[in-house]
């Protein structure tokens, strides 16, 4: 459900020549830069001899690494103990469920007592393939490139799968020898079938994999005999965690997806100083998604048995590029390239999503199938639209490859925004300087290369929907029968685009004949107008409400650095970089006196966005080991309960009342340090090549670890249960078992 659109879909990886990254100096771009930019080439050369070029590879992608869960008779032990503390003795549960004592007689029998490993079940090892062709060729008139690939990954848990077609065909025609076209388009047929993924044990296999209980089975037992049958299991009346095995045969999650990119650029040469070119290109995303939840062995929820739904969408961009270049190179040693030039995009983004409850039975999956009730339907949609135009110019000069000046600049519009702020300006400037070629060190025989940078830039954030709250709009509603329009926010028609405006110094060094490469780059970028959300009064009928009252500095070092060994005819390429960031909110304004913080709630977690702090910070309360027998009955839990002994001991700010004034934050998602470490070996035509992405220091959220050892609930749970508090096991650190957990030792926590 909701599959994320893949930009990268439509390129084979097989296609790629290089791929460059621009974190600065990128103001030419407008409200579309301040994310930078990543360029990835696919041309090839243009070399007119023919070649034919085909490769294939195979993998297996192993299944994780098991979790420990409670085997059948732990689960038993710990769900009579839980329904102990729940106040039922022991008559009550024999009663309730006499199968869970062994009683052979009861109906449900052979329905609870197995010893399902359900991570078996699910997860198995996969396979994954890959096959490109790519054929070149043509004259001094005009050269082709084409190329065909294929994708197959299987997934980690049975039924899920991803495979995806390529084809991509460029070229260059030399029309005369001032003008040419480069033609070039790209296609992809991707389809993924996948399910759930989010923090939902009734649809999600992965967490209903670790939650189901090991004493269920993925098939029907007879209740006589005990013999198993070929249909899924239900989920029964005691345990509401779906059958996983249901979930990966019989729930549909498939996704479709079609991407279409071409271009057509036609350039004209007048002289060996002037150029005109121009970019006409077209991008076609067109994504379907089919969902179907069963009834069997799905946990029902409110009235709905099985659901099957469709999500269409659509995403449509036009664009053209003119640039008019100028370049120049004098005998003296000067060098000018200048580009200016109009940018004009036209985006359309739709999508509908329905979905039906109650079809007949799992067998009827399709959309329409439903209950002939209309209130057991629901249908929804956007259709928005995004243009920008934007005029710039860039001039680079250096003199003599040893000293560079570059400033650029553009001025845009976009429709996102109110007409107030629509139309602004970017600018950058920066320099560098080559010392490498200065007299003091060009007869260092062991330098290569020595170059110290700077700049500076302004960019802009058009790409977001948050900007609708500067504009006056409405949705459509029906009532008694008929069509109404109604008042969807309160707008702020003075909300400015967000704007980042970034300092970057770096060095790059070069030396023993390019054996060694070091890049070094530290940078600093703020936004001065972040937009924020604020809380009105009810009084006003809407309490959202955005403006840019935020500032937000995010400061940055990155190194990164290379080297090439040879021994004989074996090359030993070693390459990695360190990335340290650290991002601070300066300031946040709030309409209302008393908000002094942005807390934002994502199922069990909370994350804090204020003054001074990481934006988004874990946001919780701060523990110090579990209550002791004398303290038990003195502080009131997050629940609104007394804790009691084997609680959690959550630190207070001294009125024996665990509530929001005890919150603080706990963690920084944001890591330390990341970057990554890449080594390759060759040897004649053979080469062995890896790569190693890291990243340290950060705090994670472990929700499926929230789950399995919060001990509240009829469910599964890790083994590290077992050394929870008891009365005979004071010293554990897991707290006490309760249901329900009234306590609230599952509170969003340090812990």
Do not use: C
């Amino acid at each position: 459900e909701g599959f994320a659109l893949n930009p990268m879909d439509v390129l084979d990886i097989d296609d790629i020549s290089n791929i460059s990254i621009l974190k600065d100096g990128v103001s030419y771009l407008g409200a579309a830069g301040s994310n930078g930019v990543i360029n990835v080439n696919t041309e090839q050369k243009a070399e007119t001899s023919t070649v034919m070029k085909f490769s294939a590879y195979g993998g297996i992608t192993m299944a994780p690494k098991k979790q420990d869960l409670l085997n059948a008779d732990e689960f038993k032990n710990y769900f009579g103990e839980m329904l102990n503390s729940q106040g039922y003795d022991a008559n009550e549960i024999n009663t309730m469920y006499p199968w869970l004592n062994g009683n052979t007689s009861s109906k449900d029998y052979y329905k609870y007592n197995n010893s399902t490993d359900w991570q078996d079940e699910t997860y198995s090892p996969s396979a994954v393939s890959k096959f490109h062709f790519f054929l070149k060729g043509g004259d001094d008139i005009a050269t082709y490139n084409i190329s065909t690939g294929y994708l197959s990954h299987k997934g980690i848990y049975n039924n899920s799968a991803y495979t995806r077609y390529n084809l991509r065909i460029n070229g260059n025609i030399n029309i005369t020898d001032k003008f040419s076209i480069v033609p070039n388009a790209k296609l992809s047929l991707a389809d993924s079938k996948l399910a759930n993924q989010g923090p939902s044990a009734w649809k999600n296999p992965m967490l209903a994999t670790a939650l189901k209980p090991s004493i269920m089975a993925p098939y029907t037992r007879d209740a006589a005999t005990g013999t198993t049958l070929d249909y899924l299991d239900d989920v029964g009346d005691v345990f509401m965690v779906s059958n996983p095995t249901a979930i990966t045969q019989n729930a549909q999650g498939s996704n479709r997806n079609y991407h279409f990119l071409a271009s057509m650029t036609a350039a004209y040469r007048f002289n060996e100083h002037f150029n005109l070119s121009t970019l006409i290109g077209i991008n076609f995303n067109n994504s379907r998604e089919n969902i179907f939840l069963p009834d069997i062995g799905i946990v029902q929820v409110d009235s709905a048995y099985n659901s099957p739904g469709d999500f269409v969408f659509e995403f449509r961009s036009t664009q053209n590029h003119t640039t008019f270049t100028y370049t120049n190179k004098t005998n003296s040693g000067h060098s000018i390239l200048v580009n200016a030039g109009f940018r004009y995009m036209q985006n359309t983004y739709k999508y509908d999503l329905s979905t039906d409850l109650n079809t007949p039975s799992d067998d009827f999956k399709s959309l329409g199938q439903g209950s002939q009730y209309s209130f057991l339907r629901s249908t929804t949609g956007d259709n928005r639209g995004l243009k920008w135009m934007s005029y710039y110019g860039d001039f680079n000069y250096n003199f003599r490859n040893k000293y560079f000046v570059n400033a650029n600049m553009s001025y845009d519009g976009n429709s996102a925004t109110n007409e107030t702020h629509r139309y602004n300006i970017y600018p950058t400037v920066g320099a560098a300087w080559r010392l490498s070629s200065e007299s003091f060190l060009n007869q260092a025989s062991w330098l290569e290369d020595f170059k110290l940078r700077a700049s500076y830039s302004i960019t802009g954030n058009m790409f977001s929907s948050v900007y609708d709250n500067s504009k006056l709009y409405y949705t459509d509603r029906r009532m008694n029968g008929s069509g109404v329009l109604t008042r969807e926010v309160i707008p702020n028609e003075g909300m400015e685009l967000e704007k980042k405006n970034t300092m970057n110094v770096g060095a790059d060094l070069s030396v023993l004949k390019q054996q060694l490469n070091v890049h070094v780059d530290f940078f600093k970028s703020n936004v001065n107008n972040l937009i924020i959300r604020q809380e009105l009064p009810a009084t006003f009928g809407y309490t959202n409400y955005y403006d840019n009252g935020g500032k937000l500095e995010v400061t940055g070092l990155e190194i990164s650095a290379d080297t090439r060994l040879h021994f004989n005819e074996l090359v030993w390429t070693l390459g990695g970089s360190v990335s340290k960031e650290l991002t601070k909110i300066k300031s946040l304004t709030f309409i209302n006196p008393n908000t002094t913080s942005i807390i934002t709630t994502i199922d069990a977690a909370q994350f804090i966005t204020s003054e001074g702090n990481a934006i988004n910070a874990y946001y919780g309360y701060k523990t110090n080991g579990l209550i002791s027998s004398a303290e038990a009955g003195k502080v009131m839990g997050p629940n609104g309960a007394m804790m009691q002994e084997g609680d959690i001991k959550f630190k207070d700010n001294g009125d024996n009342i665990i509530n929001e004034k005890d919150k603080t934050i706990i963690g920084d998602p944001n890591p330390q340090l990341f970057g990554g470490i890449y080594t390759t070996f060759s040897y004649k035509n053979f080469e062995l090549s890896a790569m190693f992405n890291y990243s340290v220091g950060n705090d994670v959220f472990n929700y499926m670890r929230y789950k399995t050892e919060s001990m509240s609930e009829y469910a599964n749970q890790s083994k590290t249960v077992l050394d929870r508090w008891t009365a005979t096991n004071t010293s554990a650190v897991l707290p006490r078992m309760v249901y329900g957990d009234p306590s609230g030792n599952t509170a969003f926590s340090d812990r």
